[in-house]
């Protein structure tokens, strides 16, 4: 790159600096104005399950910029020459493929680094769709090439399975356990494919070390995780096992857990129910710990409430017997100390509440240990029917059993 190029390259960053208020400040009044009318106009002929209210932070905001203007910037900087774009859109198409590979489901990894679930899930899906919008362009502008044509399966079956990956991410709202096994499914047949459609070159060397980092991500998560499955929900001959209460259109459920785990308030598990459906192993859903204590035998017994919608939690409300094989994995989240504030106001709205009652307990216990600045803890909890009360009274009672000095109003 020339001297000149540097300037304006510079240039046009700080450019772009002085331009994201305006921009930061567009992207609001579209929201709330265009957004809202749209959203009116939307929301009743959309089933209840799309809400297209997702919340992004001003961050999450600035890196999916920061990441557009950067592949932007690679592919056409310094390239007036259509082979090189063709290349270097499929560079950087692997290039977010590799991140692309950990997946959408939470792993230990991203839990310790305190990313939160939807934000984890956001980003696999904004690198999703820069690798779909580059692998389309790169072949989109391959095909204006001269002797350049779409000749082989492993090309054909790229670029559909490509298409077909986009296409079917809108199944997620609707049918999350079949949309889960076509996307990885189509995730592999991707990674063969392109594996296949590139020049075989050594493993160490660019592009083919990119699929490769993609597999070796694929499967150690996949990996571990069915190790982590295992190691907490069999202990020797002892199994995690889970009772199902019913209590209106939701569950109660209580996991009497294989091997002690330690909690923290705010975490949450994915729990399978073997037997459930035929697939159970592979079908994990994440459910906020609401309470835990140990039983008669000195067992540690999590609690979980789950409210009924189409899947899972619907097979949950109708499930017989109540006693089942429980998988476990987790526990994933991280928690937040209140204990440095003199007021706590928690807020939730119906089935919510799951995330707060252990940080209620949490600050009871520590008050009466003296370890918190907290002298007031005030619980809003939005319910949508009155009967929603009884899904937490016992553990409501325990904690006002602790309650000496009202601390919880
Ligand atoms: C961190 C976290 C904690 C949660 N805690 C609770 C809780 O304590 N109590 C409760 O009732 N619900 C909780 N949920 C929601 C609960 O996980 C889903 O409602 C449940 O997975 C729905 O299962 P289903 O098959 O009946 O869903 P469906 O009726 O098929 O789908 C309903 C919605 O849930 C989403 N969904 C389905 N499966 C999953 C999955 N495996 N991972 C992520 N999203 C999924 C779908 O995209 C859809 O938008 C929590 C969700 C998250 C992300």
Not at 271 to 277: H, P
Not at 289 to 318: K, N, P, T
Not at 346 to 357: E, P, R
């Amino acid at each position: 790159m020339e001297i000149s190029e540097y300037y304006a390259l510079s240039l046009s960053a700080a450019f772009a600096l002085v331009l994201l208020p305006l921009l930061l400040f567009a992207a609001r009044w579209l929201r709330g104005h265009i957004g809202h009318d749209l959203h009116c106009l939307l929301h009743p002929l959309l089933p209840p399950s799309i809400s297209f209210k997702v919340l992004i932070s001003r961050y999450e905001f600035v890196v999916c910029c920061s990441l557009l203007a950067l592949n932007i910037l690679y592919v056409t900087l310094d390239n007036d020459d259509i082979e090189s774009v063709v290349r270097r859109l499929g560079h950087m198409a692997l290039v977010n493929l590799v991140p692309t590979s950990c997946g959408a489901h939470m792993n230990q990894l991203a839990s310790i680094c305190g990313i939160h679930h939807d934000r984890y899930f956001r980003f696999h899906a904004y690198l999703g769709v820069l690798f779909v919008a580059e692998a389309i362009l790169h072949t989109a502008f391959a095909l204006q090439l001269p002797n350049v044509s779409i000749n082989s399966y492993a090309e054909l079956i790229a670029l559909s399975s490509v298409c077909a990956i986009f296409v079917s991410s809108i199944l997620h709202y609707w049918f999350f356990e079949l949309f889960s096994y076509i996307h990885t499914f189509l995730a592999s047949a991707i990674l063969v494919a392109l594996w296949l459609h590139l020049p075989s070159t050594p493993l160490r060397e660019r592009p083919r070390l990119y699929i490769l980092l993609c597999s070796v991500l694929f499967i150690s998560i996949k990996t571990w995780r069915y190790l982590n499955i295992a190691y907490l929900s069999f202990s020797g001959w002892r199994q995690s096992m889970a009772t199902i209460e019913k209590h209106g259109d939701s569950v109660e459920i209580r996991v009497r857990l294989a091997r002690p785990l330690k909690l923290h308030a705010g975490q949450y598990i994915y729990l399978s129910l073997w037997g459930l459906s035929s697939l159970s192993a592979f079908e994990y859903h994440p459910f906020q710990i609401c309470w835990e204590y140990a039983d008669e035998h000195a067992q540690q017994v999590i609690v979980l409430l789950a409210q009924a919608r189409r899947g899972f939690s619907r097979r949950l409300l109708m499930a017989t017997p109540y006693e089942h094989r429980a998988l476990i994995e987790g526990p994933y989240g991280k928690t937040l100390s209140l204990g440095q504030y003199g007021t706590v106001l928690l807020f939730a709205t119906d089935m919510g509440i799951a995330g707060q009652l252990p940080y209620i307990r949490k600050l009871l216990e520590q008050y009466q240990q003296c370890k918190v600045k907290t002298r007031r803890i005030a619980l809003f909890w939005e319910l949508e029917d009155e009967g929603y009360r009884y899904w937490v009274k016992e553990w409501m009672n325990q904690m006002l059993s602790l309650d000496s000095d009202y601390v919880s109003p």
